[in-house]
Every structure is written in structure tokens, then in C-alpha cells.
T-cell receptor, first 114, second 116 residues
Framework: AQSVTQLDSQVPVFEEAPVELRCNYS??????LFWYVQYPNQGLQLLLK??????LVKGINGFEAEFNKSQTSFHLRKPSVHISDTAEYFC????????????FGRGTSLIVHP | KAGVTQTPRYLIKTRGQQVTLSCSPI?????VSWYQQTPGQGLQFLFE???????NKGNFPGRFSGRQFSNSRSEMNVSTLELGDSALYLC???????????????FGPGTRLTVL
């Protein structure tokens, strides 16, 4: 079984500032990792995913994340945020070779102030 | 391609009633999963259907059920509604083809269910 911890429930930041949303996971097997974004009154949209290869993953809207196996982390970063990035962000993990159903973190609310 | 669609978008029911929610996956996607999203519990997996068969099931009571049709459209049903069933119900589809297809899910906008 896997579990995901998103360390911050809310992250306020000013527009054009950098941001990091933290995600740690726990698993007894190798994992695949995902970040999803949810805008108000919408479903989840995949931002980026790590399945294999380079541990630095680039996604849509200028976001990137780095898979750190030794620290069991998959933090999401953006060098300069916009007002439109205000949303809920979910980290998710799936175990390889077994159930591919993801386990989601509780979410981090990113609030971008002008 | 059209995205995942869910109907209705909003529902208001009273305790004890039953409700059916519908989900149409992306064309060509054969896997449909359902999730319950609440402020208290976050996103919780209900069940997944593939080729009309339930392939995975989460830890929810038997009042929650689902089915999938031959065109991959799926419905979920909640019987004997309780106040705690108020939530956003999300449907997600995946192609189940290849590694990315198996693990990457495409979500619909959800159905907001309010139980009074």
C-alpha cells in the first residue's frame, strides 16, 4: 500500500514569486508519481508525471517536479507564478506492478496574491 | 477528442433516497474509475470498471455500486442516501494501453451531490 503526505494545506504567494509545493510518499514497492491541479468547480487535470527516466519532470503551465527516491519526495515547483495558478494541487502515487489505482494526497491550496 | 463528461453536474436529494450518476469516458478509453471528494476525507477511490467488469474496488459500503456498459459509459448508484454522502463525485477514464495509458487518468468535472 502507498500513502502520500502533502506537507502544506495552504501556500500563499505573491504573483511572479517562485513556489514549491511539497509531497512525500511512503511505499514498499517502486512507484509512479503524479501531480494534478483542480481549478474551482472543475475536475482534476494532470500537470506532470514520473514513470521512468530523468528524475526532473517538466509539465504543463511551466511546472516541474523532481523525484528524489532517497528522500521519498516529489516536490512541485514553478519559478514564477501567475494569478491564474490559484488552484488546488494534488500529489498522487501508484505502485508499479500492482494496482495502478492512485492514492491521492489531501491537496495543497495555492493562493496567488497580486 | 471530447473530454470526460458527467451528468448531472448538480444534484440535491434527501436522506433515504437513491441517486444515479452518469459518466461518459473519452472515446476509446475502456477504463472508468469513480472517486468521492470531500473536504474532510479528500479524494477516495470508489471503484474501477474495465470492459463492463469491476476490476478494482475501494473501501465503501455496499450502498455504493456501479456498472459499465458496452460503449464504456458508466453509472454509479448510491442507495439509501445519508447526509455524509454529500460530496463531489468524480469520474476518470484511462486508455489502459501502455504504461502511461494504464496510469494516467483523465477526470470529468464531477457531479456535486447534496443530501438534505
Amino acid at each position: 500500500a502507498q500513502s502520500v503526505t502533502q506537507l502544506d494545506s495552504q501556500v500563499p504567494v505573491f504573483e511572479e514569486a517562485p513556489v514549491e509545493l511539497r509531497c512525500n510518499y511512503s511505499s514498499s514497492v517502486s512507484v509512479y508519481l503524479f501531480w494534478y491541479v483542480q481549478y474551482p468547480n472543475q475536475g482534476l487535470q494532470l500537470l506532470l508525471k514520473y514513470l521512468s527516466g530523468s528524475t526532473l519532470v517538466k509539465g504543463i503551465n511551466g511546472f516541474e517536479a523532481e523525484f528524489n527516491k532517497s528522500q521519498t519526495s516529489f516536490h512541485l515547483r514553478k519559478p514564477s507564478v501567475h494569478i491564474s495558478d490559484t488552484a488546488e494541487y494534488f500529489c498522487a502515487v501508484s505502485g508499479t506492478g500492482g494496482s495502478y489505482i492512485p492514492t491521492f494526497g489531501r491537496g495543497t491550496s495555492l493562493i496567488v496574491h497580486p | 477528442k471530447a473530454g470526460v463528461t458527467q451528468t448531472p453536474r448538480y444534484l440535491i436529494k434527501t436522506r433515504g433516497q437513491q441517486v444515479t450518476l452518469s459518466c461518459s469516458p473519452i472515446s476509446g478509453h475502456r477504463s472508468v474509475s469513480w472517486y468521492q471528494q470531500t473536504p474532510g476525507q479528500g479524494l477516495q477511490f470508489l471503484f474501477e470498471y474495465f470492459s463492463e467488469t469491476q476490476r478494482n474496488k475501494g473501501n465503501f459500503p455496499g450502498r455504493f455500486s456501479g456498472r459499465q456498459f458496452s460503449n464504456s459509459r458508466s453509472e454509479m448508484n448510491v442507495s439509501t442516501l445519508e447526509l455524509g454522502d454529500s460530496a463531489l463525485y468524480l469520474c476518470a477514464s484511462s486508455s489502459s494501453s501502455g504504461l502511461a495509458g494504464l496510469y494516467e487518468q483523465f477526470f470529468g468535472p464531477g457531479t456535486r451531490l447534496t443530501v438534505l
